[in-house]
């Protein structure tokens, strides 16, 4: 299933502002935003939370790569050009969780 298909399974994520991504330390790691260019991965990011008990853990960063689709390969083939999916990929190797946290809109 491709990305736009996926993002229209997914809960809506118009009752956010924003979601934190905290580290254990509960320091603020990234910030996506409910704006144009980040609406899908707020909708990611806010589905694999509330799956995982409002955490991102490795498989749940394994899951939003699955959900990303056909993106992933341009995020492997270009670091850096889609930071949200450059962040599962690191987070789906890894060992540790982070907490996601809800801003309200």
Same mark, same amino acid.
């Given at each position: ?17 924003? $979601? ?7 320091? #603020? ?12 991965? $707020? #909708? #990611? ?57 809800? #801003?309200?809109?």
């Amino acid at each position: 299933m491709n990305f736009a298909d996926r993002l229209k399974q997914l809960p809506s994520a118009s009752h956010l502002a924003a $979601l934190h991504l905290a580290g254990a330390d509960g320091q #603020v790691l990234a910030t996506i935003e409910n704006k144009p260019g980040q609406g899908g991965s $707020l #909708v #990611v990011y806010a589905a694999l939370a509330a799956l995982y008990g409002g955490s991102i853990t490795p498989a749940a960063a394994s899951l939003g790569l699955e959900w990303y689709a056909e993106h992933v390969a341009d995020a492997r083939a270009f670091p850096g050009k889609h930071p949200n999916i450059d962040r599962l990929l690191a987070w789906a190797q890894g060992t540790e969780s982070y907490r996601a946290q809800p #801003v309200a809109a």
